[in-house]
């Protein structure tokens, strides 16, 4: 991949403001919630970012791993310090974390 290209990973992040964005202050929400949204929008980023993960025995949770780590560096939410039962890609209820929109 070219130095000038982001990465799939960083393609896929660049889209986490844009459905930020049109949460009100204060929403709640977990992580796979957001991932949902962006990988039915984003399907093709999510695809190459999940095969830049290569031979990972578990790359659907380590990229949501990663994704989490990035949304966590976004000003616009924070996390709750609360976990809550979600359902993973594979319908699997995991507990996840919670996640709230800050004011803008």
Not at 10 to 25: G, K, W
């Amino acid at each position: 991949m070219p130095k000038d290209q982001p990465s799939p990973l960083d393609e896929l992040v660049s889209h986490f403001d844009a459905i930020l964005d049109t949460l009100e202050p204060g929403f709640l929400f977990d992580s796979h919630w957001i991932f949902q949204r962006m990988t039915k929008s984003h399907q093709h980023e999510y695809i190459r970012a999940l095969l830049e993960m290569g031979d990972d025995p578990a790359p659907f949770k380590n990229l949501h791993q990663k994704l989490a780590d990035r949304l966590a560096e976004n000003p616009k939410v924070e996390k709750t310090g609360n976990r809550r039962l979600s359902k993973t890609i594979f319908g699997d209820d995991v507990p996840n974390t919670e996640w709230r929109k800050r004011p803008s």
